[in-house]
């Protein structure tokens, strides 16, 4: 039993998952419709009894703002590049006691990089070190993969595990083989 609502947007692309809590008073408020409620669980307050709602859809489109989208968090950007530095491809799990993964700027701030998921890669702090304020040229150093943007939808859901009756709404944005990647799901 999921705990947590996934929530869509008015176009159905999932956007992300929130406590049932929230989801039940967006519903009260009229922003959200429940789709997808729980067989037998039921909400009750004193004036009206719910579904249990384990996916609603909000009522007015919302826009998601190019600035979050640019944000990029460690944690998020470590799951789209699955732990592992984009140089010697090691993960986390590999690293010596005194390494970490770090951000590393493809093109260094110094030089005009900038803080896109394009110019952001997750690397160990051997070879981040190793690279230091050079580009890659100059490093005669290469990626494993060249970074991107993930889809908005892979952003709020990565790491997350979603629950049988959610996963049917955001598989068909994902594609299931990618969703079952991102979120570790087991087949
Ligand atoms: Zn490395």
Redesign the pocket.
Known sequence: MSEKTLILNASAEPLSFISVRRAVVLVLKEKAEIIEGHRKKRIRSATCELPYPLVVRLVNYVRIPRRWRSVVPNPIRFTRDQHT?Q??G?TSLELGRKERLTREHVVPISRGGTNTWENVAT??S??NHRKGNRLLKEANMRLLNRPREPKFVAIVLLGQAAAGAQRRYIEPFLGKEKHRATVGVPA
């Open positions: 530095c140089y010697c090691r690397a160990c051997t070879c």
